[in-house]
Protein backbone atom coordinates (compact mmCIF):
# COMPACT_ATOMS: atom_id res chain seq x y z
CA UNK A 1 0.00 0.00 0.00
CA UNK A 2 1.53 3.53 -0.76
CA UNK A 3 2.39 5.77 2.05
CA UNK A 4 1.49 8.75 1.82
CA UNK A 5 2.81 10.24 5.24
CA UNK A 6 6.21 9.39 6.96
CA UNK A 7 6.46 9.38 10.66
CA UNK A 8 8.77 12.63 10.57
CA UNK A 9 5.85 14.67 8.36
CA UNK A 10 4.01 13.48 11.49
CA UNK A 11 6.59 14.45 13.96
CA UNK A 12 6.50 18.05 12.73
CA UNK A 13 2.71 18.52 12.38
CA UNK A 14 2.08 17.25 15.54
CA UNK A 15 4.41 19.43 16.79
CA UNK A 16 3.56 23.08 14.89
CA UNK A 17 -0.21 21.98 16.21
CA UNK A 18 0.60 22.03 19.90
CA UNK A 19 2.58 25.02 19.86
CA UNK A 20 -0.43 26.31 18.02
CA UNK A 21 -2.67 25.05 20.58
CA UNK A 22 -0.27 26.11 23.32
CA UNK A 23 0.03 30.09 21.39
CA UNK A 24 -3.77 30.30 21.62
CA UNK A 25 -4.05 29.69 25.28
CA UNK A 26 -1.16 31.95 25.93
CA UNK A 27 1.10 28.86 27.75
CA UNK A 28 4.22 29.72 27.98
CA UNK A 29 6.29 26.74 30.44
CA UNK A 30 3.93 24.12 30.92
CA UNK A 31 5.26 20.77 30.75
CA UNK A 32 1.94 18.99 30.47
CA UNK A 33 -0.68 19.01 27.13
CA UNK A 34 -4.12 19.39 28.24
CA UNK A 35 -4.69 17.01 25.89
CA UNK A 36 -8.47 17.08 26.53
CA UNK A 37 -8.85 20.32 25.85
CA UNK A 38 -6.62 20.27 22.79
CA UNK A 39 -9.09 17.57 21.15
CA UNK A 40 -12.17 19.45 22.06
CA UNK A 41 -10.92 22.76 21.22
CA UNK A 42 -8.53 22.96 18.97
CA UNK A 43 -9.45 19.40 17.14
CA UNK A 44 -12.67 20.20 17.39
CA UNK A 45 -13.97 16.60 18.40
CA UNK A 46 -16.54 16.10 21.68
CA UNK A 47 -15.59 13.37 23.93
CA UNK A 48 -18.21 11.68 25.51
CA UNK A 49 -17.95 8.80 27.91
CA UNK A 50 -19.57 5.12 28.19
CA UNK A 51 -19.34 1.51 29.20
CA UNK A 52 -17.72 -0.40 26.38
CA UNK A 53 -19.81 -3.95 25.48
CA UNK A 54 -17.83 -4.93 22.29
CA UNK A 55 -16.41 -8.48 21.85
CA UNK A 56 -12.95 -7.36 22.53
CA UNK A 57 -12.56 -6.02 25.95
CA UNK A 58 -9.26 -4.38 25.13
CA UNK A 59 -11.48 -1.54 23.34
CA UNK A 60 -11.48 1.53 25.61
CA UNK A 61 -11.68 4.00 22.68
CA UNK A 62 -13.53 4.81 19.84
CA UNK A 63 -14.32 7.68 17.10
CA UNK A 64 -17.43 7.33 15.30
CA UNK A 65 -17.93 7.57 11.88
CA UNK A 66 -22.07 8.28 12.27
CA UNK A 67 -22.55 5.03 10.89
CA UNK A 68 -21.18 2.05 12.62
CA UNK A 69 -22.77 1.72 16.14
CA UNK A 70 -20.63 0.87 19.22
CA UNK A 71 -21.78 -1.40 21.74
CA UNK A 72 -22.23 0.24 25.04
CA UNK A 73 -23.77 -0.94 28.40
CA UNK A 74 -26.40 1.48 30.25
CA UNK A 75 -28.57 0.58 33.03
CA UNK A 76 -27.33 -3.08 33.16
CA UNK A 77 -28.56 -3.64 29.37
CA UNK A 78 -26.38 -3.61 26.45
CA UNK A 79 -27.37 -0.97 23.31
CA UNK A 80 -25.99 -0.04 20.20
CA UNK A 81 -25.70 3.38 20.11
CA UNK A 82 -24.97 5.48 16.92
CA UNK A 83 -22.54 8.56 17.55
CA UNK A 84 -22.31 11.54 15.61
CA UNK A 85 -19.37 11.53 13.22
CA UNK A 86 -16.09 13.02 14.62
CA UNK A 87 -16.99 11.79 18.50
CA UNK A 88 -14.67 10.57 20.66
CA UNK A 89 -16.02 7.62 23.01
CA UNK A 90 -13.68 6.77 25.47
CA UNK A 91 -14.23 3.96 28.12
CA UNK A 92 -15.60 4.92 31.61
CA UNK A 93 -13.21 3.26 33.66
CA UNK A 94 -10.86 5.43 32.64
CA UNK A 95 -12.02 8.32 34.42
CA UNK A 96 -10.78 6.63 37.75
CA UNK A 97 -7.47 9.19 38.59
CA UNK A 98 -5.52 5.66 38.75
CA UNK A 99 -6.07 5.45 34.84
CA UNK A 100 -4.77 8.85 34.06
CA UNK A 101 -2.00 7.71 31.52
CA UNK A 102 -4.27 5.41 29.86
CA UNK A 103 -6.97 8.06 29.65
CA UNK A 104 -4.98 10.73 28.42
CA UNK A 105 -3.11 8.56 26.02
CA UNK A 106 -6.88 7.20 24.31
CA UNK A 107 -7.52 10.44 24.14
CA UNK A 108 -4.49 11.92 22.06
CA UNK A 109 -4.97 7.98 20.25
CA UNK A 110 -8.73 9.09 18.61
CA UNK A 111 -7.98 12.90 18.27
CA UNK A 112 -5.03 11.58 16.48
CA UNK A 113 -7.09 9.53 14.27
CA UNK A 114 -9.38 12.42 13.35
CA UNK A 115 -6.01 14.20 12.03
CA UNK A 116 -4.81 11.60 10.35
CA UNK A 117 -8.19 10.95 8.53
CA UNK A 118 -7.85 15.02 7.28
CA UNK A 119 -4.19 14.82 6.60
CA UNK A 120 -3.98 11.88 4.42
CA UNK A 121 -7.58 10.85 3.59
CA UNK A 122 -6.99 8.38 0.55
CA UNK A 123 -4.78 6.24 3.20
CA UNK A 124 -6.97 6.86 6.29
CA UNK A 125 -10.09 6.39 5.11
CA UNK A 126 -12.95 8.44 7.58
CA UNK A 127 -13.97 5.14 9.32
CA UNK A 128 -15.06 4.44 12.44
CA UNK A 129 -11.60 3.63 14.36
CA UNK A 130 -10.93 2.09 18.30
CA UNK A 131 -8.07 2.06 20.67
CA UNK A 132 -7.33 -1.25 22.04
CA UNK A 133 -4.96 -2.51 23.98
CA UNK A 134 -3.40 -5.77 23.23
CA UNK A 135 -4.36 -9.05 26.05
CA UNK A 136 -2.28 -11.55 24.76
CA UNK A 137 -5.18 -14.01 26.94
CA UNK A 138 -7.58 -12.62 24.18
CA UNK A 139 -8.61 -14.83 20.80
CA UNK A 140 -8.48 -12.36 18.06
CA UNK A 141 -10.02 -12.91 15.00
CA UNK A 142 -7.80 -12.31 11.72
CA UNK A 143 -9.76 -9.14 10.78
CA UNK A 144 -9.14 -7.76 14.71
CA UNK A 145 -5.42 -8.33 14.24
CA UNK A 146 -5.54 -6.83 10.81
CA UNK A 147 -7.12 -3.75 12.12
CA UNK A 148 -4.90 -3.43 15.62
CA UNK A 149 -1.85 -4.03 13.08
CA UNK A 150 -2.13 -2.32 10.17
CA UNK A 151 0.10 1.25 8.99
CA UNK A 152 -2.44 3.18 9.77
CA UNK A 153 -2.67 2.34 13.51
CA UNK A 154 0.71 2.49 13.82
CA UNK A 155 1.01 6.15 12.31
CA UNK A 156 -1.87 7.11 14.54
CA UNK A 157 -0.53 5.82 17.71
CA UNK A 158 2.64 8.10 16.20
CA UNK A 159 0.51 10.93 16.17
CA UNK A 160 -1.16 10.36 19.38
CA UNK A 161 2.79 9.93 21.27
CA UNK A 162 3.43 13.52 19.55
CA UNK A 163 0.48 15.01 20.71
CA UNK A 164 1.19 13.85 24.07
CA UNK A 165 4.97 13.98 23.85
CA UNK A 166 6.24 16.76 21.43
CA UNK A 167 9.46 16.94 21.23
CA UNK A 168 9.98 21.03 22.45
CA UNK A 169 8.56 19.26 25.37
CA UNK A 170 10.58 16.21 26.34
CA UNK A 171 13.54 18.33 26.07
CA UNK A 172 12.04 20.93 28.80
CA UNK A 173 11.31 17.55 30.71
CA UNK A 174 14.55 16.45 29.85
CA UNK A 175 16.97 20.10 31.29
CA UNK A 176 14.10 19.76 34.13
CA UNK A 177 14.48 16.46 35.70
CA UNK A 178 18.45 15.52 33.91
CA UNK A 179 20.48 18.63 32.76
CA UNK A 180 19.36 17.67 29.38
CA UNK A 181 21.73 14.79 29.01
CA UNK A 182 20.02 11.67 27.86
CA UNK A 183 19.09 8.58 29.33
CA UNK A 184 21.75 5.96 30.23
CA UNK A 185 20.79 2.95 28.35
CA UNK A 186 22.49 -0.37 28.06
CA UNK A 187 22.31 -3.08 25.75
CA UNK A 188 19.18 -5.17 25.50
CA UNK A 189 17.07 -2.09 27.14
CA UNK A 190 18.87 -2.44 30.50
CA UNK A 191 18.51 0.41 32.52
CA UNK A 192 20.13 1.01 36.27
CA UNK A 193 17.82 2.04 38.81
CA UNK A 194 18.63 5.57 38.91
CA UNK A 195 17.55 6.17 35.53
CA UNK A 196 14.38 4.20 35.59
CA UNK A 197 13.64 6.25 38.74
CA UNK A 198 14.60 9.59 36.25
CA UNK A 199 12.22 7.97 33.47
CA UNK A 200 9.50 7.65 35.96
CA UNK A 201 9.65 11.04 37.42
CA UNK A 202 9.79 12.79 33.39
CA UNK A 203 6.94 10.23 32.35
CA UNK A 204 5.14 11.91 35.34
CA UNK A 205 5.67 15.26 34.95
CA UNK A 206 4.39 14.49 31.10
CA UNK A 207 1.14 12.94 32.04
CA UNK A 208 2.14 9.58 30.43
CA UNK A 209 2.77 5.84 31.22
CA UNK A 210 7.03 4.89 31.67
CA UNK A 211 6.30 2.56 28.72
CA UNK A 212 5.27 5.79 26.79
CA UNK A 213 7.73 7.78 27.79
CA UNK A 214 10.31 4.69 27.58
CA UNK A 215 9.61 4.36 23.35
CA UNK A 216 9.49 8.09 22.95
CA UNK A 217 12.65 8.12 24.33
CA UNK A 218 14.07 5.34 21.66
CA UNK A 219 12.09 7.68 19.11
CA UNK A 220 13.50 10.83 19.70
CA UNK A 221 16.78 9.03 19.94
CA UNK A 222 17.54 10.49 23.29
CA UNK A 223 19.08 7.01 24.87
CA UNK A 224 22.97 7.34 25.34
CA UNK A 225 23.25 3.93 24.77
CA UNK A 226 26.20 2.25 26.47
CA UNK A 227 27.80 -1.59 26.36
CA UNK A 228 26.51 -3.86 29.17
CA UNK A 229 29.43 -4.56 30.30
CA UNK A 230 29.86 -0.98 31.61
CA UNK A 231 26.90 -1.81 33.44
CA UNK A 232 28.28 -5.15 34.94
CA UNK A 233 31.59 -3.84 35.85
CA UNK A 234 30.99 0.09 37.27
CA UNK A 235 27.48 0.05 38.10
CA UNK A 236 27.07 -3.94 40.11
CA UNK A 237 30.31 -4.30 40.18
CA UNK A 238 30.81 -7.68 39.12
CA UNK A 239 33.96 -9.11 37.22
CA UNK A 240 36.70 -8.17 35.85
CA UNK A 241 39.27 -6.31 37.87
CA UNK A 242 36.72 -5.34 40.85
CA UNK A 243 36.11 -9.14 41.34
CA UNK A 244 39.70 -9.77 40.89
CA UNK A 245 40.49 -7.54 43.26
CA UNK A 246 38.40 -8.69 45.56
CA UNK A 247 39.30 -12.28 45.66
Known amino acids: MKRFTSNDEIENLCEAMIKDFFKSKHYTNVTCVDIEAFVREYLGVPIVYETFAEPDPGRIGFLS ?8 RRGGKTEQVLFPARTAVIESYLQNPK ?35 FDPEMTYTPDMLKTMLNVNECFTNRAAACFLMPGFLVARVLKRHNDSRKVILYDNGILSQDQKILVQKMADTLGVSYRAFFNRLSELDLFDRRPVEEYLHSGLRYGGEIHAEGS
Do not use: Y
Open 65 to 72: DGKRPLLV
Open 99 to 133: ESARKRFTIAHEGAHDFMDRHIPLQASPAAAFHSE
